[in-house]
């Protein structure tokens, strides 16, 4: 045996030993990983259940937890993660359509139980903490809040809570109070490095500017997307800084989940201010991908400025992502090409999902790569993976249904 045979055993060796395949579900788990699947289910007739599935995971995500929070992820290291406030948030919106999908109540209580957790860490001066709630309870975060925020605004409109209203407004107000004067958030964000998928944390000003009638958080809003344009490159669309690290940023480099991010959020915010300057800049970007997608017959997990791949590994929440951003586009042009891109996406994300298994940790959820031990979330199931497939399975059906109802 070569020593480049030899490595690349020892590496399979230690992968499997992390992910304790004695564990009750993990060895099917990863069975499943190296397995030919069988094929990928191009007709959606497993949507449903899929769905299905995603939900029940998430419900044991919730339950795995005593404080009405959502388990970040499940590690096959070590079990379930600590309640995450971010995603938390972000599930309730995910929550309450499954409620009224499904005609069951049981999803709009958890969203209840979610809102008591969230408000319950609300710092004094309106701001939530980042990271998960064993990391950390004290420290404010520019995007986590916007994500809780998101979640605030919605329950508000579906329930007329006052308290949960009076909460989103001050949140909002200290997330404009923390933006810089050039439109970027800097102060409390990752790493004290600006960066364009802050589109992400903006877009739920907008949201919450447009629900509640906020000037001043619309034009903030506003001043962040002009900040995210100008950063666009003309010539392919990629949007520069979407990364997580410097590193990314030196190499214009990107997971396709932060990429998602940032061309999410300049469509959202330019969707609500009616900008079209927006809209076409994230047209751009989605062709791109959508281009990437169509030639590789897959999304990789990490690609450059030009929409070519870096990482082999696919980030499953950026496909799910992904395809909400090419319905949106196929809801706002009439383009069918998005939608269909849409759809394959969504398929591959399908296609790595394991339904039935032993183990409720690992039933329905989706891996943060595919396969698990990809760089994203490694040898994990992250919640918002899970929250993102369920929105984008959700999303298709509406759009096939308007389609069939309007030939």
Avoid at 74 to 88: I, M, V
Avoid at 217 to 234: F, G, I, P, T
Avoid at 320 to 327: E, Y
Avoid at 339 to 361: S, Y
Wanted: hydrophobic share 40%; net charge neutral.
């Amino acid at each position: 045996m070569d020593k480049t045979m030899l490595a690349s055993v020892k590496t399979a060796a230690r992968h499997a030993l992390d992910c304790r395949p004695w564990v009750a579900g993990h060895g099917a788990y990863l069975l499943h990983q190296v397995s030919g699947r069988g094929p990928i289910d191009e007709t959606g007739a497993l949507d449903d259940a899929a769905m299905r599935a995603a939900a029940g995971w998430l419900a044991a995500a919730q339950d795995s937890q005593s404080d009405g929070g959502f388990s970040g992820r499940y590690k096959l290291a070590s079990g379930w993660s600590s309640s995450y406030p971010e995603t938390t948030g972000y599930i309730i919106p995910t929550l309450l359509k499954l409620a009224d999908h499904w005609g069951e109540p049981q999803w709009r209580d958890r969203a209840a139980r979610a809102i008591d957790f969230l408000l319950g860490l609300q710092l004094a001066d309106g701001a939530f903490p980042g990271g998960e709630v064993l990391e950390n309870r004290t420290r404010p975060s520019p995007f986590n809040s916007a994500q809780i925020l998101h979640g605030l605004t919605h329950w508000a409109r579906s329930t007329g809570d006052g308290r949960t209203a009076a909460a989103a407004a001050r949140c909002a107000a200290w997330l404009m109070s923390v933006q810089d004067a050039d439109g970027a958030y800097r102060r409390h964000f990752y790493l004290d490095v600006a960066a364009t998928y802050a589109a992400h944390l903006s877009c739920w000003l907008a949201e919450y500017g447009d629900a509640f009638g906020d000037s001043a958080a619309l034009a903030s809003a506003e001043r962040h997307l002009d900040w995210v344009l100008a950063r666009q490159d003309k010539a392919t669309g990629w949007f520069d800084l979407a990364g997580f690290t410097e590193d990314q940023h030196r190499d214009r480099n990107a997971y396709t989940h932060t990429i998602a991010y940032t061309v999410a959020g300049v469509l959202t915010t330019s969707l609500i201010l009616k900008r079209e300057d927006g809209i076409a800049a994230a047209r751009q970007a989605a062709e791109g991908i959508m281009r990437r997608l169509e030639l590789s017959r897959r999304l990789p997990g990490v690609l450059d400025w030009r929409w070519r791949e870096v990482e082999h590994p696919q980030c499953l929440t950026g496909n799910a992502q992904m395809a909400l951003i090419w319905f949106a586009l196929t809801r706002h042009d009439g383009d069918w090409r998005f939608a269909n891109a849409g759809f394959k996406a969504l398929d591959l994300v399908k296609h790595a999902q394991l339904r039935d298994n032993a183990n409720p940790g690992l039933a329905g959820g989706i891996g943060g790569s595919d396969p698990v031990w990809g760089s994203y979330i490694p040898k994990a199931l992250p919640n918002w993976a899970a929250k993102y497939f369920i929105d984008g399975l959700l999303e298709k059906r509406g759009l096939l249904q308007e389609a069939a109802s309007n030939p």
